[in-house]
């Protein structure tokens, strides 16, 4: 009898601990909506201005439609999906391509970021579809940390899906960069998008307290039963 009382207890302190963790977490978010709707992303186009035949871009504005050369943003499919486009506006870059992958190299192009809100931190996750008009490996998509890029896609046709980890407070998105800023834009597909809250270890102690705490309470209650 005792034993089947222990189980039960066991159960049921599992089960409030996992109540109580459950409430401790945001709700998950699933596509572009919540606090991860457009109104909380930033957008921001850069373009090369070296030469005398560089031009200038309009500041892009919250829900507007990207500009041919400049590049931006289409919202209009939200939450389902996004579209990213590149720059394109005619430069000379007298520093030259820079190598794949290289960080900080890519400052030509379209930038969509948020904030990750609440207290704990989160996984990030979607899929993407790139394309671009101009050759492979002179217009790149990736991923944007706290301004470190990690490039996921330089030539036209390539699409997956990638999942990263962002603690509370940190800045992250996409970013569709260009090498050269001319002859096409690359342009991205984001769909799938999802945040789901991860939890912390420093929550567990207390949680393993509480199933303990209603443990020994229900042992003793079980004792002054059979007493």
Not at 1 to 16: C, D, E, I, P, Q
Not at 46 to 74: F, H, R, Y
Request: aromatic fraction near 12%.
């Amino acid at each position: 009898m005792k034993s089947a009382l222990l189980k039960a207890t066991v159960l049921s302190a599992g089960v409030a601990s996992s109540l109580t963790l459950a409430s401790l977490q945001p709700a998950q978010a699933a596509g572009f909506s919540g606090d991860y709707a457009p109104t909380y992303w930033g957008i921001e186009t850069k373009w090369l201005q070296i030469g005398s035949g560089a031009s200038t871009c309009p500041i892009p504005t919250v829900g507007g439609l990207p500009n041919a050369d400049c590049g931006g943003v289409d919202e209009r499919f939200a939450p389902d999906k996004v579209y990213i486009v590149g720059s394109n506006v005619f430069a000379h870059n007298t520093s030259g391509r820079p190598a794949i992958g290289q960080a900080g190299s890519y400052t030509s192009g379209t930038f969509y970021q948020t904030v990750l809100p609440g207290s704990l931190p989160s996984f990030v996750s979607f899929n993407w579809n790139y394309g671009s008009y101009d050759s492979p490996e002179f217009d790149f998509f990736g991923v944007v940390i706290n301004n470190v890029q990690t490039i996921l896609a330089d030539t036209s046709g390539q699409f997956g899906s990638y999942t990263f980890q962002v603690n509370p407070g940190d800045e992250f998105g996409f970013g569709v960069w260009s090498a050269d800023s001319s002859y096409g834009a690359g342009y991205v597909e984001i769909s799938n998008f999802n945040v789901t809250p991860v939890p912390t270890p420093a929550l567990l102690p207390g949680l393993i307290g509480m199933g303990v705490a209603a443990l020994r309470k229900k042992q003793g209650e079980t004792e002054e039963a059979d007493a």
